[in-house]
């Protein structure tokens, strides 16, 4: 199942500081939001046309998915001066992440066979967009720890240099790792929720 994500380059905001050196410190910011998208229907085939009308759109390819998680990454960073070294003094690594999620208004109503399919269904779709949220939380961890570890150079350019080359290094991993997700997720996706259903419709059954 395909994910739309917003993927912001980290936005480093430099400062030359002429100060004696001090131990550099670095933290990962994360703020998560889920919001929801409304459907409506009552039956199967409605469903899959307001996933297919309604969901979130990617920016790439303006195709709609039933759930999306949007992700920023961001942060600023500090440069320190001291003894004829540059080096990284403080690191602050930011990351938003927007789940949007669907909604079906009509779920309260639904019995039977379609209950039980949308239920699978959703509950699908929280998960799989949990898991790209938490990929991202992984690889901001990585650029926090990456940037903290840096050596010092001559100058504070060539510092910069380094950080640029660091953090475009991670952020393509992250890409590469969510695109990897998707690709597994896809090939996967129906035999995953033969077995939601049959987990689902075994729990569903009264006991003699």
């Excluded at 307001?50 to 759930?67: D, F, I, K, V, Y």
């Excluded at 990454?73 to 669907?102: K, M, N």
């Excluded at 009509?106 to 699978?120: P, Q, S, V």
């Amino acid at each position: 199942m395909t994910t739309a994500r917003r993927l912001g380059i980290l936005s480093v905001a430099a400062a030359l500081l002429l100060t004696p050196a001090t131990d550099g410190r670095a933290e990962t910011i994360v703020r998560k939001s889920i919001s929801y998208f409304q459907i409506s229907g009552t039956t199967a085939d409605d469903l899959d046309r307001e996933l297919s009308h309604r969901g979130p759109q990617t920016q790439s390819s303006g195709s709609r998915h039933p759930g999306a998680t949007q992700i920023k990454f961001g942060g600023e960073l500090t440069y320190v001066q001291s003894d004829g070294r540059c080096r990284v003094g403080e690191a602050d690594v930011t990351l938003d992440i927007r789940i949007i999620l669907p909604s079906w208004k009509n779920r309260k109503r639904a019995k039977g066979d379609l209950a039980l399919i949308w239920d699978a269904l959703s509950s699908d779709i929280k998960r799989h967009e949990e898991r790209h949220a938490e990929i991202a939380r992984q690889h901001a961890k990585q650029l926090e720890k990456a940037l903290k570890a840096l050596r010092s150079q001559k100058t504070c350019e060539a510092m910069q240099e380094k950080v640029a080359s660091t953090t475009s290094r991670i952020i393509e991993a992250h890409d590469r790792a969510q695109m990897g997700f998707d690709r597994v997720e896809s090939v996967n996706f129906e035999n995953r929720m033969i077995r939601i259903l049959e987990y689902r419709a075994r729990r569903s059954t009264p006991k003699n």
